[in-house]
Every structure is written in C-alpha cells, then in structure tokens.
C-alpha cells in the first residue's frame, strides 16, 4: 500500500559566548562557552522542529515560537519540540526518522551523541534506533572553526 511521505530539512545557528550555557540535544553539555539565544538556544532540537514544520509545510520555529513573545523567554527546547511535534502529527503523521549533524569545534561531543540520541527519541517517542546525531568541525575555518557559533542541520521523514 502506498504511503504519504513527507521530507523536511533544517538549518540554525547560535552564538557562543562566554557565560552562557551550551544546551544540545535536550542535554547539557560542559563547555566554556555557550550558545546565545531567547530560548536555550539548543540549536539541534531547532533544527529537529523547523525540519518537522517543513515536512508539512507548516512555517519554521520562529512562526509558531516567535523570539518577540516573552513567553518564549528562556524557554526549555524540550517543550518547543514537544509541542511542535504536537502539532506536526495532527492527521496521522508518524516520524519515520531523523538525521541531524552538528557542526561544533569545541567541546568535543562524542561522548554525549547516546545521550543526546536517547533525549531525542524521549521527547518524540521513537525507539532510539530512529534517531542519529552526527558531529562535525569545520577543520578551525568560519564562525564555528573560529568558535564564535555553532550550526547543525537536520532532516526528517514522516509519513502517513
């Protein structure tokens, strides 16, 4: 029988800065610097949420969360991936996967991916074998090689 399938990818970027905490994949991880946002600004579940509204075609982050609403301040990533998957899996959408990949100078965050994997397939309910967190550098080149931010990409696969 034929299935609906749907693709949706994403993007995003953060700031590091000294002072702040650097929050990936739903975990904390010990760092120097961390990631500047409104949120937590845990740019690996964003790009899980704008992935999953670009599988329907709903929007991306900021049109359901928007950074102007207080409500959003400080908010845990967690619950913004929660609710967006919420919404997503309105009319019998399930997730067949999700691939993302961080890119990251420093820390190093192998010894994190398990976690981070583990945290992600919690909060959508998937068996963990659906879920991959891949880490990259840019070999000391642009703002993640410089430190001064740090960028992931996603994709997922849903379908009906």
């Known amino acids: 029988m034929w299935q609906d399938l749907r693709i949706g990818t994403g993007y995003d970027v953060h700031r590091l800065a000294e002072g702040h905490e650097l929050w990936l994949g739903g975990i904390l991880v010990?760092?120097?610097l961390g990631a500047v946002?409104?949120?937590d600004a845990?740019?690996?579940l964003h790009v899980i949420c704008d992935a999953l509204f670009g599988a329907?075609?709903?929007g991306d982050l900021g049109a359901h969360f928007p950074d102007t609403d207080p409500a959003f301040k400080g908010i845990d990533s967690k619950l913004l991936l929660a609710r967006t998957w919420a919404l997503v899996q309105e009319g019998g959408w399930s997730i067949l996967n999700v691939d993302t990949t961080l890119c990251l100078e420093r820390p190093k965050i192998?010894?994190?991916v398990d976690t981070m994997r583990a945290s992600i397939a919690a909060i959508l309910d998937l068996p963990v074998e659906r879920v991959s967190v891949?880490?990259?550098t840019t070999e000391g080149l642009g703002f993640v090689g410089e430190q001064r931010g740090v960028s992931a990409h996603a994709v997922v696969l849903l379908a009906r």
């Open 30 to 32: 010990p760092s120097p």
């Open 37 to 39: 946002g409104h949120s």
């Open 42 to 44: 845990d740019v690996l």
């Open 56 to 58: 329907r075609a709903m």
């Open 110 to 112: 192998r010894g994190h």
């Open 134 to 136: 891949k880490a990259t």
